[in-house]
């Protein structure tokens, strides 16, 4: 009877640590779902900061490989890099050498793409001043 007894006792044991192991692996694919649906690449901004230099910032909650392009209408890429690892990305780019026309900063991470447009123009301005007088 102690043997059988010691048998009933495993196999509770055995199912016990099943259930366990399955009701864990069920909550954290829960959780894992959870995030990934909510931690896209977001909140592409692009600060201007004078003399045609600008901030691009993101973030990347899962930290995922990313791509970075800047392109001009035409589609041709005047910069690229790869990304990833950090939470969020920050960049000043200096933007003076870009002759004027519409422009693009685009964002990839898996099926995300986010992008933000931007024109370079030059602009003339034209004024007076008055010289002082003579005597």
């Known amino acids: 009877m102690k043997t059988n007894t ?7 044991a055995i199912v016990l640590t099943l259930a366990t192991a399955t009701t864990e692996g069920m909550a954290q694919k829960a959780a894992s779902g959870k995030v990934s649906s909510s931690a896209k690449v977001s909140n592409l901004s ?11 910032a993101f973030e990347n909650p899962l930290r995922q490989k990313t791509t970075i392009y800047l392109v001009d209408k035409e589609n041709n890429v005047f910069f690229n890099e790869y990304a990833g690892g950090d939470a969020q990305y920050v960049k000043a780019f200096n933007l003076s050498n870009l002759s004027d026309g519409k422009y693009t900063f685009v964002v990839e991470s898996g099926n995300d793409k986010l992008t933000k447009d931007f024109v370079i123009k030059t602009q003339t301005f034209r004024g007076i001043s008055l010289a002082s007088n003579r005597k």
């Open 46 to 56: 692009v600060q201007d900061m004078g003399s045609l230099r600008f901030k691009l």
């Open 6 to 12: 010691k048998n009933i006792i495993k196999a509770l």
